[in-house]
Protein backbone atom coordinates (compact mmCIF):
# COMPACT_ATOMS: atom_id res chain seq x y z
CA UNK A 1 0.00 0.00 0.00
CA UNK A 2 0.94 3.27 -0.56
CA UNK A 3 0.35 6.12 1.55
CA UNK A 4 1.04 9.45 0.05
CA UNK A 5 0.05 13.69 0.18
CA UNK A 6 -0.86 14.54 -3.49
CA UNK A 7 -4.05 16.36 -3.25
CA UNK A 8 -4.76 19.60 -1.45
CA UNK A 9 -7.22 18.92 1.13
CA UNK A 10 -7.77 22.72 0.71
CA UNK A 11 -9.18 22.77 -3.40
CA UNK A 12 -12.33 20.27 -2.30
CA UNK A 13 -15.63 22.48 -1.87
CA UNK A 14 -16.29 23.74 1.40
CA UNK A 15 -19.50 21.61 1.67
CA UNK A 16 -17.34 18.45 1.09
CA UNK A 17 -14.68 19.56 3.88
CA UNK A 18 -17.42 20.33 6.20
CA UNK A 19 -19.22 17.08 5.64
CA UNK A 20 -15.91 15.48 6.01
CA UNK A 21 -15.22 17.23 9.56
CA UNK A 22 -18.64 16.21 10.75
CA UNK A 23 -17.76 12.64 10.34
CA UNK A 24 -14.86 13.37 11.92
CA UNK A 25 -16.16 14.60 15.00
CA UNK A 26 -18.56 11.62 15.64
CA UNK A 27 -15.42 9.02 15.36
CA UNK A 28 -15.68 7.73 12.01
CA UNK A 29 -13.49 7.36 8.97
CA UNK A 30 -14.28 9.20 5.61
CA UNK A 31 -13.07 9.07 2.06
CA UNK A 32 -13.08 10.08 -1.34
CA UNK A 33 -13.79 7.41 -3.71
CA UNK A 34 -14.21 6.68 -7.21
CA UNK A 35 -14.36 9.19 -10.13
CA UNK A 36 -13.92 12.50 -7.92
CA UNK A 37 -10.59 10.82 -7.06
CA UNK A 38 -9.05 10.16 -10.25
CA UNK A 39 -9.75 13.38 -11.72
CA UNK A 40 -8.47 15.32 -8.85
CA UNK A 41 -5.22 13.31 -9.95
CA UNK A 42 -5.88 14.41 -13.57
CA UNK A 43 -6.46 17.84 -12.72
CA UNK A 44 -10.14 17.86 -13.89
CA UNK A 45 -12.66 19.05 -12.31
CA UNK A 46 -15.25 16.38 -10.47
CA UNK A 47 -18.39 15.72 -11.56
CA UNK A 48 -19.73 14.30 -8.54
CA UNK A 49 -18.39 13.00 -4.79
CA UNK A 50 -18.31 9.86 -3.61
CA UNK A 51 -17.66 9.12 0.02
CA UNK A 52 -17.01 5.54 1.76
CA UNK A 53 -17.06 5.65 5.46
CA UNK A 54 -17.29 3.11 8.09
CA UNK A 55 -20.24 4.71 9.78
CA UNK A 56 -23.58 2.27 8.66
CA UNK A 57 -26.33 3.86 6.93
CA UNK A 58 -28.65 4.44 10.25
CA UNK A 59 -25.54 6.30 11.40
CA UNK A 60 -24.79 8.88 8.42
CA UNK A 61 -28.60 9.58 8.74
CA UNK A 62 -27.99 10.43 12.24
CA UNK A 63 -25.35 12.81 11.30
CA UNK A 64 -27.20 14.90 8.96
CA UNK A 65 -30.55 16.41 8.89
CA UNK A 66 -31.13 15.65 5.18
CA UNK A 67 -30.37 12.08 3.77
CA UNK A 68 -32.20 10.20 1.01
CA UNK A 69 -32.01 6.46 1.60
CA UNK A 70 -30.83 6.37 -1.64
CA UNK A 71 -29.79 2.09 -1.52
CA UNK A 72 -29.48 1.36 2.28
CA UNK A 73 -29.54 -2.24 1.92
CA UNK A 74 -26.42 -1.82 -0.13
CA UNK A 75 -25.05 0.46 2.43
CA UNK A 76 -25.61 3.73 0.08
CA UNK A 77 -27.56 6.98 1.22
CA UNK A 78 -27.27 10.63 -0.14
CA UNK A 79 -26.15 13.60 1.74
CA UNK A 80 -27.78 16.87 0.79
CA UNK A 81 -25.57 19.71 2.22
CA UNK A 82 -26.34 23.30 1.38
CA UNK A 83 -26.31 23.01 -2.16
CA UNK A 84 -24.43 20.07 -2.83
CA UNK A 85 -25.03 16.13 -2.66
CA UNK A 86 -22.81 13.21 -1.49
CA UNK A 87 -23.20 9.49 -1.99
CA UNK A 88 -22.15 8.20 0.67
CA UNK A 89 -21.55 4.40 1.06
CA UNK A 90 -20.22 2.00 3.56
CA UNK A 91 -17.50 0.07 3.58
CA UNK A 92 -18.29 -2.86 2.53
CA UNK A 93 -16.90 -6.15 1.27
CA UNK A 94 -18.99 -8.54 -0.74
CA UNK A 95 -19.14 -12.50 -1.01
CA UNK A 96 -20.14 -14.77 -3.80
CA UNK A 97 -21.82 -13.54 -7.04
CA UNK A 98 -24.44 -16.39 -7.93
CA UNK A 99 -26.12 -13.98 -10.82
CA UNK A 100 -22.93 -12.70 -12.49
CA UNK A 101 -24.00 -9.27 -11.82
CA UNK A 102 -24.99 -8.69 -8.12
CA UNK A 103 -23.47 -10.05 -4.55
CA UNK A 104 -25.44 -12.56 -2.67
CA UNK A 105 -24.74 -10.93 0.43
CA UNK A 106 -23.04 -7.41 1.40
CA UNK A 107 -21.31 -7.04 4.59
CA UNK A 108 -20.49 -3.34 6.51
CA UNK A 109 -18.18 -2.08 8.48
CA UNK A 110 -14.34 -3.59 7.32
CA UNK A 111 -11.75 -0.91 6.07
CA UNK A 112 -11.16 1.03 3.38
CA UNK A 113 -8.80 -1.75 1.84
CA UNK A 114 -11.00 -4.28 1.95
CA UNK A 115 -13.52 -2.06 0.50
CA UNK A 116 -10.96 -1.14 -2.46
CA UNK A 117 -10.00 -4.55 -2.86
CA UNK A 118 -14.27 -4.90 -3.98
CA UNK A 119 -13.71 -2.21 -6.44
CA UNK A 120 -13.44 -2.70 -10.31
CA UNK A 121 -10.93 -1.43 -12.02
CA UNK A 122 -7.03 0.24 -10.91
CA UNK A 123 -8.09 3.64 -11.53
CA UNK A 124 -11.13 2.95 -9.22
CA UNK A 125 -9.73 1.49 -6.52
CA UNK A 126 -8.42 4.29 -4.82
CA UNK A 127 -9.26 6.76 -2.23
CA UNK A 128 -8.86 9.95 -0.75
CA UNK A 129 -8.83 10.02 3.74
CA UNK A 130 -10.68 13.09 3.79
CA UNK A 131 -9.22 13.89 7.23
CA UNK A 132 -5.36 13.79 6.44
CA UNK A 133 -5.58 13.83 2.63
CA UNK A 134 -3.39 10.82 2.59
CA UNK A 135 -4.38 9.06 -0.49
CA UNK A 136 -4.58 4.96 -0.61
CA UNK A 137 -3.67 3.32 -3.53
CA UNK A 138 -2.84 -0.25 -2.68
CA UNK A 139 -3.35 -1.15 -6.51
CA UNK A 140 -1.11 1.43 -8.16
CA UNK A 141 -3.64 2.87 -9.70
CA UNK A 142 -2.11 6.13 -9.70
CA UNK A 143 0.52 4.46 -11.84
CA UNK A 144 -2.31 2.97 -14.39
CA UNK A 145 -3.93 6.53 -14.26
CA UNK A 146 -0.65 8.40 -15.66
CA UNK A 147 0.19 5.31 -18.01
CA UNK A 148 -3.51 5.31 -19.31
CA UNK A 149 -4.19 1.92 -18.50
CA UNK A 150 -7.55 0.00 -17.63
CA UNK A 151 -6.40 -2.57 -15.29
CA UNK A 152 -8.69 -4.90 -13.23
CA UNK A 153 -8.06 -5.26 -9.66
CA UNK A 154 -6.95 -9.07 -8.73
CA UNK A 155 -7.73 -11.71 -10.76
CA UNK A 156 -9.73 -10.05 -14.55
CA UNK A 157 -11.82 -12.99 -15.50
CA UNK A 158 -13.26 -13.55 -11.48
CA UNK A 159 -13.69 -10.00 -11.34
CA UNK A 160 -15.99 -10.34 -15.04
CA UNK A 161 -17.76 -13.38 -13.80
CA UNK A 162 -18.33 -11.80 -10.83
CA UNK A 163 -20.19 -8.97 -12.19
CA UNK A 164 -20.66 -8.63 -16.07
CA UNK A 165 -21.52 -4.73 -16.47
CA UNK A 166 -17.68 -4.78 -15.64
CA UNK A 167 -17.16 -6.00 -19.33
CA UNK A 168 -18.84 -2.69 -20.45
CA UNK A 169 -17.36 -0.57 -17.79
CA UNK A 170 -13.70 -1.52 -18.58
CA UNK A 171 -14.77 -0.53 -22.35
CA UNK A 172 -16.53 2.64 -21.41
CA UNK A 173 -13.88 4.01 -18.83
CA UNK A 174 -11.21 3.00 -21.68
CA UNK A 175 -13.34 5.10 -23.78
CA UNK A 176 -13.85 8.01 -22.08
CA UNK A 177 -10.78 8.50 -21.08
CA UNK A 178 -8.83 7.19 -24.07
CA UNK A 179 -6.95 4.33 -21.69
CA UNK A 180 -5.77 1.12 -23.32
CA UNK A 181 -7.02 -1.90 -21.90
CA UNK A 182 -4.20 -4.23 -19.59
CA UNK A 183 -3.41 -7.06 -21.54
CA UNK A 184 -4.62 -9.37 -19.19
CA UNK A 185 -7.77 -7.34 -18.67
CA UNK A 186 -8.51 -7.73 -22.10
CA UNK A 187 -7.59 -11.39 -22.53
CA UNK A 188 -10.04 -11.67 -19.90
CA UNK A 189 -12.88 -9.66 -21.17
CA UNK A 190 -12.28 -10.94 -24.82
CA UNK A 191 -15.66 -13.22 -25.88
CA UNK A 192 -18.10 -13.03 -23.17
CA UNK A 193 -20.85 -11.47 -24.60
CA UNK A 194 -23.26 -14.24 -23.56
CA UNK A 195 -22.74 -13.22 -19.85
CA UNK A 196 -24.00 -9.57 -20.92
CA UNK A 197 -27.31 -10.98 -20.66
CA UNK A 198 -27.21 -10.62 -16.67
CA UNK A 199 -26.97 -7.71 -17.40
CA UNK A 200 -29.87 -5.38 -17.71
CA UNK A 201 -30.96 -3.61 -20.81
CA UNK A 202 -31.02 0.07 -18.47
CA UNK A 203 -27.30 -0.91 -17.59
CA UNK A 204 -26.24 -1.78 -21.09
CA UNK A 205 -28.18 1.50 -22.43
CA UNK A 206 -25.82 3.74 -19.52
CA UNK A 207 -23.46 2.04 -20.73
CA UNK A 208 -23.88 2.37 -24.15
CA UNK A 209 -24.47 6.59 -23.99
CA UNK A 210 -21.39 6.99 -22.06
CA UNK A 211 -19.21 5.43 -24.66
CA UNK A 212 -21.09 7.41 -27.30
CA UNK A 213 -20.69 10.94 -25.82
CA UNK A 214 -17.13 10.54 -25.56
CA UNK A 215 -14.91 12.21 -27.61
CA UNK A 216 -14.05 9.14 -30.21
CA UNK A 217 -16.95 6.65 -29.85
CA UNK A 218 -14.88 4.40 -32.55
CA UNK A 219 -12.69 3.60 -30.13
CA UNK A 220 -15.16 2.11 -27.31
CA UNK A 221 -17.26 0.11 -30.70
CA UNK A 222 -14.14 -1.02 -32.01
CA UNK A 223 -12.62 -2.56 -28.46
CA UNK A 224 -16.70 -4.10 -28.07
CA UNK A 225 -16.60 -5.78 -31.72
CA UNK A 226 -12.69 -6.45 -31.56
CA UNK A 227 -13.37 -8.22 -28.10
CA UNK A 228 -16.30 -9.86 -29.29
CA UNK A 229 -18.73 -7.85 -27.09
CA UNK A 230 -20.80 -6.02 -29.16
CA UNK A 231 -23.49 -8.83 -30.71
CA UNK A 232 -24.14 -8.41 -27.05
CA UNK A 233 -25.06 -4.73 -27.37
CA UNK A 234 -25.79 -3.47 -30.84
CA UNK A 235 -26.28 -7.11 -32.53
CA UNK A 236 -27.19 -5.34 -35.92
CA UNK A 237 -23.64 -2.87 -36.22
CA UNK A 238 -21.97 -5.63 -35.56
CA UNK A 239 -23.15 -7.71 -38.59
CA UNK A 240 -22.14 -4.44 -40.43
CA UNK A 241 -18.58 -5.53 -39.79
CA UNK A 242 -17.02 -6.91 -43.28
CA UNK A 243 -19.65 -5.86 -45.06
CA UNK A 244 -18.54 -3.36 -47.73
CA UNK A 245 -20.42 -0.68 -50.07
CA UNK A 246 -19.02 0.69 -52.92
CA UNK A 247 -19.33 4.37 -51.90
CA UNK A 248 -18.86 3.93 -48.36
CA UNK A 249 -16.09 1.21 -47.76
CA UNK A 250 -16.16 -0.75 -45.11
CA UNK A 251 -19.41 -0.16 -43.09
CA UNK A 252 -18.71 -0.58 -39.85
CA UNK A 253 -15.87 1.28 -40.02
CA UNK A 254 -18.23 3.71 -42.02
CA UNK A 255 -20.85 3.64 -39.74
CA UNK A 256 -18.18 4.65 -36.02
CA UNK A 257 -16.84 7.45 -38.16
CA UNK A 258 -19.95 8.93 -38.78
CA UNK A 259 -20.49 8.42 -35.32
CA UNK A 260 -17.70 10.17 -34.12
CA UNK A 261 -18.02 13.07 -36.36
CA UNK A 262 -21.60 13.67 -35.26
CA UNK A 263 -21.91 16.56 -31.80
CA UNK A 264 -21.93 14.88 -29.11
CA UNK A 265 -25.71 16.35 -27.87
CA UNK A 266 -28.20 15.75 -28.16
CA UNK A 267 -27.52 11.78 -27.93
CA UNK A 268 -29.95 11.29 -30.78
CA UNK A 269 -27.75 12.69 -33.70
CA UNK A 270 -25.06 9.90 -32.30
CA UNK A 271 -27.14 7.10 -32.58
CA UNK A 272 -28.91 8.18 -35.97
CA UNK A 273 -24.80 8.83 -37.28
CA UNK A 274 -24.13 5.16 -35.99
CA UNK A 275 -27.46 3.38 -37.35
CA UNK A 276 -28.49 5.08 -40.48
CA UNK A 277 -27.40 2.06 -42.45
CA UNK A 278 -27.54 -1.17 -40.31
CA UNK A 279 -30.06 -2.51 -42.78
CA UNK A 280 -28.63 -4.99 -45.08
CA UNK A 281 -28.18 -3.03 -48.55
CA UNK A 282 -29.34 -6.48 -50.37
CA UNK A 283 -32.60 -7.92 -49.63
CA UNK A 284 -34.33 -5.53 -52.52
CA UNK A 285 -37.75 -8.06 -52.54
CA UNK A 286 -39.81 -6.19 -49.93
CA UNK A 287 -39.79 -3.42 -52.24
CA UNK A 288 -38.94 -0.97 -48.74
CA UNK A 289 -35.93 1.41 -49.12
CA UNK A 290 -32.56 0.03 -47.05
CA UNK A 291 -33.51 3.77 -45.56
CA UNK A 292 -36.91 2.41 -44.08
CA UNK A 293 -35.32 -0.88 -42.90
CA UNK A 294 -32.66 0.31 -40.89
CA UNK A 295 -35.01 3.15 -39.58
CA UNK A 296 -37.02 0.28 -38.44
CA UNK A 297 -34.18 -2.01 -37.17
CA UNK A 298 -32.66 0.80 -35.42
CA UNK A 299 -36.21 1.30 -33.70
CA UNK A 300 -36.12 -1.89 -32.76
CA UNK A 301 -32.70 -2.15 -31.33
CA UNK A 302 -33.29 0.91 -29.29
CA UNK A 303 -36.42 0.14 -27.60
CA UNK A 304 -35.28 -3.30 -26.44
CA UNK A 305 -32.50 -0.80 -24.91
CA UNK A 306 -35.26 1.08 -23.27
CA UNK A 307 -34.08 4.43 -24.41
CA UNK A 308 -37.52 6.80 -24.40
CA UNK A 309 -39.82 6.75 -26.34
CA UNK A 310 -38.80 10.27 -27.72
CA UNK A 311 -35.24 9.22 -28.69
CA UNK A 312 -36.18 6.17 -30.23
CA UNK A 313 -38.74 7.54 -32.49
CA UNK A 314 -36.48 10.45 -33.02
CA UNK A 315 -33.73 8.41 -34.33
CA UNK A 316 -35.83 6.29 -36.89
CA UNK A 317 -37.09 9.52 -38.14
CA UNK A 318 -33.78 10.96 -38.98
CA UNK A 319 -32.79 7.52 -40.19
CA UNK A 320 -35.83 7.17 -42.57
CA UNK A 321 -34.72 10.83 -43.86
CA UNK A 322 -31.25 10.47 -44.25
CA UNK A 323 -32.29 9.09 -48.44
CA UNK A 324 -32.45 12.44 -49.26
CA UNK A 325 -29.99 14.05 -51.75
CA UNK A 326 -29.62 18.09 -51.93
CA UNK A 327 -28.84 19.01 -55.13
CA UNK A 328 -27.47 22.85 -56.01
CA UNK A 329 -29.85 22.90 -58.73
CA UNK A 330 -32.71 22.68 -56.12
CA UNK A 331 -34.84 25.66 -56.29
CA UNK A 332 -36.82 26.94 -52.80
CA UNK A 333 -39.84 25.32 -53.35
CA UNK A 334 -37.59 21.99 -53.51
CA UNK A 335 -35.89 23.63 -49.85
CA UNK A 336 -39.27 24.29 -48.35
CA UNK A 337 -40.57 20.34 -49.45
CA UNK A 338 -37.58 19.43 -47.46
CA UNK A 339 -38.34 21.20 -44.59
CA UNK A 340 -41.90 20.07 -44.93
CA UNK A 341 -41.68 16.33 -45.03
CA UNK A 342 -39.12 16.13 -42.62
CA UNK A 343 -40.60 18.65 -40.11
CA UNK A 344 -39.29 21.91 -39.12
CA UNK A 345 -38.00 20.80 -35.48
CA UNK A 346 -35.92 17.84 -37.02
CA UNK A 347 -34.39 19.27 -39.97
CA UNK A 348 -31.49 20.90 -38.19
CA UNK A 349 -30.37 17.35 -37.04
CA UNK A 350 -30.88 15.85 -40.19
CA UNK A 351 -28.64 18.23 -41.64
CA UNK A 352 -25.88 17.55 -38.93
CA UNK A 353 -26.46 13.70 -39.05
CA UNK A 354 -25.98 14.11 -42.93
CA UNK A 355 -23.16 16.52 -42.94
CA UNK A 356 -21.29 13.95 -40.47
CA UNK A 357 -22.09 10.84 -42.89
CA UNK A 358 -20.49 13.06 -45.93
CA UNK A 359 -17.35 14.32 -43.43
CA UNK A 360 -16.93 9.95 -42.96
CA UNK A 361 -16.93 9.80 -46.65
CA UNK A 362 -14.29 12.61 -47.02
CA UNK A 363 -16.81 14.36 -49.52
CA UNK A 364 -16.21 17.78 -48.86
CA UNK A 365 -18.24 18.99 -52.06
CA UNK A 366 -21.04 17.21 -50.48
CA UNK A 367 -19.98 18.93 -46.97
CA UNK A 368 -20.27 21.98 -48.76
CA UNK A 369 -23.36 21.58 -50.26
CA UNK A 370 -25.14 20.95 -46.73
CA UNK A 371 -23.69 23.83 -45.60
CA UNK A 372 -25.07 25.84 -48.44
CA UNK A 373 -28.74 23.64 -47.52
CA UNK A 374 -28.50 24.67 -44.14
CA UNK A 375 -28.06 28.47 -45.10
CA UNK A 376 -31.27 28.41 -47.24
CA UNK A 377 -33.20 26.67 -44.56
CA UNK A 378 -32.43 29.72 -42.64
CA UNK A 379 -33.42 32.02 -45.06
CA UNK A 380 -36.43 30.22 -46.13
CA UNK A 381 -37.28 30.09 -42.32
CA UNK A 382 -36.62 33.91 -41.85
CA UNK A 383 -39.03 34.90 -44.04
CA UNK A 384 -41.73 32.68 -42.29
CA UNK A 385 -42.90 30.79 -45.69
CA UNK A 386 -45.65 29.12 -45.05
CA UNK A 387 -44.77 25.00 -44.53
CA UNK A 388 -47.17 23.13 -42.74
CA UNK A 389 -51.17 22.95 -42.86
CA UNK A 390 -51.75 24.86 -39.74
CA UNK A 391 -49.61 27.72 -41.49
CA UNK A 392 -52.09 27.44 -44.22
CA UNK A 393 -54.30 30.97 -44.86
CA UNK A 394 -57.18 28.84 -44.37
CA UNK A 395 -58.32 26.04 -41.94
CA UNK A 396 -61.37 23.18 -41.83
CA UNK A 397 -63.39 26.32 -40.38
CA UNK A 398 -63.22 28.72 -43.63
CA UNK A 399 -63.37 25.22 -46.13
CA UNK A 400 -66.47 24.00 -44.45
CA UNK A 401 -67.92 27.44 -45.03
CA UNK A 402 -67.14 27.48 -48.36
CA UNK A 403 -69.01 24.03 -48.82
CA UNK A 404 -66.52 21.51 -48.64
CA UNK A 405 -68.03 19.04 -46.44
CA UNK A 406 -65.70 17.64 -43.32
CA UNK A 407 -65.41 14.42 -44.17
CA UNK A 408 -62.15 11.79 -45.53
CA UNK A 409 -61.64 14.19 -48.23
CA UNK A 410 -61.09 17.29 -46.99
CA UNK A 411 -57.37 16.39 -45.51
CA UNK A 412 -56.63 15.57 -48.85
CA UNK A 413 -57.36 19.23 -50.28
CA UNK A 414 -55.63 20.67 -47.24
CA UNK A 415 -52.93 18.23 -48.30
CA UNK A 416 -53.10 19.84 -51.89
CA UNK A 417 -53.39 23.26 -51.20
CA UNK A 418 -50.23 23.20 -48.39
CA UNK A 419 -48.62 20.99 -51.88
CA UNK A 420 -49.51 24.86 -53.81
CA UNK A 421 -48.53 27.01 -51.38
CA UNK A 422 -44.97 25.13 -50.86
CA UNK A 423 -44.35 26.02 -54.69
CA UNK A 424 -45.18 29.50 -54.45
CA UNK A 425 -46.10 30.76 -50.86
CA UNK A 426 -47.63 33.70 -52.50
CA UNK A 427 -51.01 32.17 -52.87
CA UNK A 428 -51.08 31.83 -49.49
CA UNK A 429 -54.23 34.16 -48.77
CA UNK A 430 -57.62 32.94 -48.61
CA UNK A 431 -59.27 34.20 -51.50
CA UNK A 432 -56.45 32.52 -53.13
CA UNK A 433 -56.89 29.43 -51.52
CA UNK A 434 -60.60 28.98 -51.54
CA UNK A 435 -61.19 28.27 -55.68
CA UNK A 436 -58.15 26.17 -55.24
CA UNK A 437 -59.80 23.85 -52.76
CA UNK A 438 -63.41 23.99 -54.68
CA UNK A 439 -61.64 23.02 -57.64
CA UNK A 440 -59.76 20.05 -55.93
CA UNK A 441 -62.87 19.19 -53.87
CA UNK A 442 -64.60 18.93 -57.04
CA UNK A 443 -62.30 16.60 -58.74
CA UNK A 444 -61.52 14.47 -55.86
CA UNK A 445 -65.40 13.86 -55.17
CA UNK A 446 -65.90 12.99 -58.69
CA UNK A 447 -63.20 10.67 -58.62
CA UNK A 448 -64.45 8.85 -55.48
CA UNK A 449 -67.97 8.94 -57.10
CA UNK A 450 -66.40 6.91 -60.63
CA UNK A 451 -64.84 4.36 -58.14
CA UNK A 452 -68.25 4.13 -56.08
CA UNK A 453 -70.14 3.29 -59.50
CA UNK A 454 -67.07 1.43 -60.75
CA UNK A 455 -66.70 -1.24 -58.08
CA UNK A 456 -68.33 -4.57 -57.76
CA UNK A 457 -71.86 -4.83 -55.52
CA UNK A 458 -72.20 -7.39 -53.39
P1 LIG B 1 -18.33 8.12 -13.15
O1 LIG B 1 -19.24 8.50 -12.03
O2 LIG B 1 -17.51 9.22 -13.70
O3 LIG B 1 -18.98 7.31 -14.19
P2 LIG B 1 -17.11 6.48 -11.16
O4 LIG B 1 -15.79 5.77 -11.08
O5 LIG B 1 -17.42 7.44 -10.06
O6 LIG B 1 -17.21 7.15 -12.58
P3 LIG B 1 -19.49 5.09 -10.40
O7 LIG B 1 -20.32 4.21 -11.25
O8 LIG B 1 -20.03 6.37 -9.88
O9 LIG B 1 -18.17 5.35 -11.26
O10 LIG B 1 -18.98 4.20 -9.20
C1 LIG B 1 -18.18 4.73 -8.13
C2 LIG B 1 -17.11 3.71 -7.76
O11 LIG B 1 -17.76 2.49 -7.33
C3 LIG B 1 -16.23 3.28 -8.92
O12 LIG B 1 -15.13 4.15 -9.09
C4 LIG B 1 -15.79 1.92 -8.49
O13 LIG B 1 -14.77 2.02 -7.51
C5 LIG B 1 -17.02 1.37 -7.79
N1 LIG B 1 -17.86 0.57 -8.68
C6 LIG B 1 -18.95 1.00 -9.35
N2 LIG B 1 -19.52 0.01 -10.03
C7 LIG B 1 -18.79 -1.10 -9.79
C8 LIG B 1 -18.88 -2.45 -10.20
N3 LIG B 1 -19.84 -2.87 -11.01
N4 LIG B 1 -17.96 -3.32 -9.71
C9 LIG B 1 -16.98 -2.89 -8.87
N5 LIG B 1 -16.84 -1.64 -8.46
C10 LIG B 1 -17.73 -0.74 -8.90
MG1 LIG C 1 -19.31 8.47 -9.70
Redesign the pocket.
Known sequence: MTDCSVIELSRLPKQLRTVARIFAEAGFSVYL????V??LLSEKQP??Y?LATDAVPEQVMQLFRRVIPTGVQHGTVTVLFQAERF?V?TFRSETTYSDSRHPDTVEFGVDIETD?S????T???MALDLRTGLLHDPFGGRQDLADGVIRAIGDPAE?FT??A??LL?AV??AT?LQFLLADTTRAALTGRSRELSAVSMERTRDELA?ILRADHPSYGLGLLRDCRLLAAVLPELESCSGNTTPDKGELFTHLVRCCDLAPKEPIELRLAALLHQIAPVEVPESGVSAQARSAASAHRRLKALRFPNATVSQVAHLIAQMGFEYRPNWDDSDVRRLISSVGDEYVDALLAVARADRMACSDDLGVQQLDELAGRVSRIRDRNDPLTIRDLAVGGNELAAAGIPRGPLLGTVLEALLDAVLADPRINQPERLLPLAQRVYERLADQDEGHRRGSPRN
Open positions: VGGARNEDDETLRRDFINGREDLRRRFQK
